[in-house]
């Protein structure tokens, strides 16, 4: 079964520094990838998405990601965060039409 | 109302009640899903229903009971739950299940079970 990693579980960092968040899923046939966010007390949204075509996608508010089909991965970057972007981000893969399997989150705290 | 919306946002029951989770989505979509959010484990899918008719159940106790009466409603029905039960249950709502959109998700119940 399909399966996706996210390996930081909780990142603190300061306002200007540059973000990371890893992403791993297992399948190797073709996929589809996401990135959702959830601010506090707010419902999951989408940040970006992956079908095809440029690896590189962009996002909202700056974010972006990178599928590297080697490597298993969909990282999730930006060059500057913000206080706002305070969030828990989740990553998740299309297995099959539609269904979503996440990783476990990766809590980011970002200090002002 | 625009999105999805879920009802109650908190709901304490104990193991022996009966309760009933609510969602609606106002975007016109097909496919619903109820998702269950536990303390550092994924979300995991529970049932997906595609023009009224449950396509999915991953293998779910027979305690949740989900309904889905039409395609802008789903309900989650609740019966002798445990205390390992208690978590934030997500509805979500997507145009359908042929193509690749994205998910649309309500803001949750959180649920504790006493």
């Known amino acids: 079964a399909q399966s996706v990693s996210q390996h930081n579980h909780h990142v603190i960092l300061s306002e200007a520094a540059s973000l990371e968040l890893g992403c791993n899923y297992s399948y190797g046939g073709t996929v589809n990838l996401f990135w959702y966010v959830q601010y506090p007390g707010q419902h999951l949204q989408l940040l970006l998405k992956?079908?095809?075509?440029?690896?590189l996608v962009k996002g909202i508010k700056g974010f972006e990601a990178e599928f590297i089909k080697s490597k298993f991965s969909f990282n999730l970057r930006k060059p500057s965060v913000q206080w706002s972007d305070t969030a828990e981000y989740f990553c998740?893969?299309?297995?099959?039409?539609?269904?979503?399997?996440f990783g476990t989150g990766t809590r980011l705290l970002v200090s002002p | 109302e625009t999105g999805v919306t879920q009802t109650p946002r908190h709901l304490v029951m104990g193991m022996t009640n009966k309760k009933s989770l609510k969602c609606e989505q106002h975007?016109?979509?097909?496919?619903m899903y109820w998702y269950k959010q536990s303390a550092k484990k994924p979300l995991e899918l529970m049932f997906v229903?595609?023009?009224?008719?449950?396509?999915e159940n991953n293998s779910v106790p027979s305690r949740f009971s989900p309904e889905c009466p039409n395609s802008s409603h789903l309900f989650l029905h609740l019966h002798t739950l445990q205390p390992e039960d208690s978590a934030l249950y997500l509805c979500?709502?997507?145009?359908?299940?042929?193509?690749?959109?994205?998910?649309?998700f309500g803001p949750g119940t959180r649920l504790t079970v006493l």
């Open positions: 975007l016109g979509h097909n496919a």
């Open positions: 992956y079908f095809s075509g440029d690896p």
């Open positions: 229903y595609n023009f009224k008719e449950q396509t």
């Open positions: 998740a893969v299309n297995e099959g039409f539609q269904k979503l399997v």
């Open positions: 979500a709502s997507s145009p359908d299940l042929e193509t690749y959109n994205e998910q649309f």
